[in-house]
Nanobody, 121 residues
Framework: QVQLVESGGGWVQAGGSLRLSCAASKSLFTINDMGWYRQAPGKQRELVAT????????????NYADSVKGRFTISRDNAKNTMYLQMNSLKPEDTAVYYC??????????WGQGTQVTVSS
């Protein structure tokens, strides 16, 4: 069974940066696609970015929501069992709880508990 733990959330002013981490309890070599999602109050959870497994230290292909393209960067270090989300030029509309997700198999997905990101104007 895989467990995910997010960290790195917090409060930041608009234009600032934060780096989120998602630590897995098992090797990322056992996990296929991973991703970051977010949910703002009163809204549905939405995709932020995804990344495929890739090679020994780097993830593979990436995909981003249009709203974060050019500002956020997703990466994963399979050797360290950790996925990251570097968030730059943050905007108040980025305020949400951010969740990481791991697709272990086509029938087995795991979610983290979430980390709050608050961006003030």
């Amino acid at each position: 069974q895989v467990q995910l733990v997010e960290s790195g959330g917090g409060w930041v002013q608009a234009g600032g940066s934060l780096r989120l981490s998602c630590a897995a309890s098992k090797s990322l070599f056992t996990i296929n696609d991973m991703g970051w999602y977010r949910q703002a109050p009163g809204k549905q959870r939405e995709l932020v970015a995804t990344i495929t497994r890739g090679d020994i230290t780097r993830g593979g292909s990436t995909n981003y929501a249009d709203s974060v393209k050019g500002r956020f960067t997703i990466s994963r270090d399979n050797a360290k069992n950790t996925m990251y989300l570097q968030m730059n030029s943050l905007k108040p509309e980025d305020t949400a709880v951010y969740y990481c997700k791991a697709v272990v198999t086509t029938r087995y997905e795991v979610w983290g508990q979430g980390t709050q990101v608050t961006v003030s104007s």
